[in-house]
Structures are given as structure tokens and as C-alpha cells.
């Protein structure tokens, strides 16, 4: 969990524009956490309902991915 607010404070550096840094901040958040459960799993043993919540986290991760997709503005990768 620590790991994800720490994501958070360093992939987003400013609030505005909340169709992005909002995003970004649950997917940082969720990697984190996610982390931190397959930490878990690999130190204490595989149990059902860890990997349910292992499935819906990668599900609001791919939620918050396509959001990111769809509001963020087209990257220039044009030299400058």
C-alpha cells in the first residue's frame, strides 16, 4: 500500500487535468497494492479469495488504463 501512495505522489505531478492525474492516480495506487498482494501470496500461500481480489484489481487497473487511453491527448514524438 505504501508502495502505491508513493507512485502516486511521483506520477502525478499536478491535479489538473482530472481526466488524467485522477486516472493515474488509481493506477498507481492499484499497482502498488497489487504488489503488495502478490507479495503476500508468495510469502503466506495462494488462497481463493486472494486471488479474486488479485482479479479485481487487475480489473480496475485496466479500467483506469483505458480512461487514461481515452482522455489523454495524442503524443507528439515529432524532434524537436
Known amino acids: 500500500m505504501v508502495l502505491g501512495v508513493g507512485l502516486v505522489f ?3 505531478p499536478a491535479l489538473r487535468p482530472w481526466a488524467v492525474s485522477l486516472p493515474s492516480a488509481i493506477f498507481y495506487w492499484m499497482t502498488g497494492v497489487l504488489a503488495a498482494r ?3 501470496l508468495v510469502l503466506d500461500g495462494a488462497a481463493p479469495r486472494q486471488w479474486l481480489l488479485v482479479a479485481v484489481e ?3 487497473m485496466t479500467l483506469a488504463a ?6 489523454s491527448g495524442p503524443v507528439d514524438a515529432s524532434p524537436r
Open 10 to 12: 511521483i506520477a502525478v
Open 38 to 40: 502478490l507479495l503476500g
Open 66 to 71: 483505458l480512461w487514461l487511453w481515452r482522455f
Open 58 to 60: 487487475v480489473g480496475v
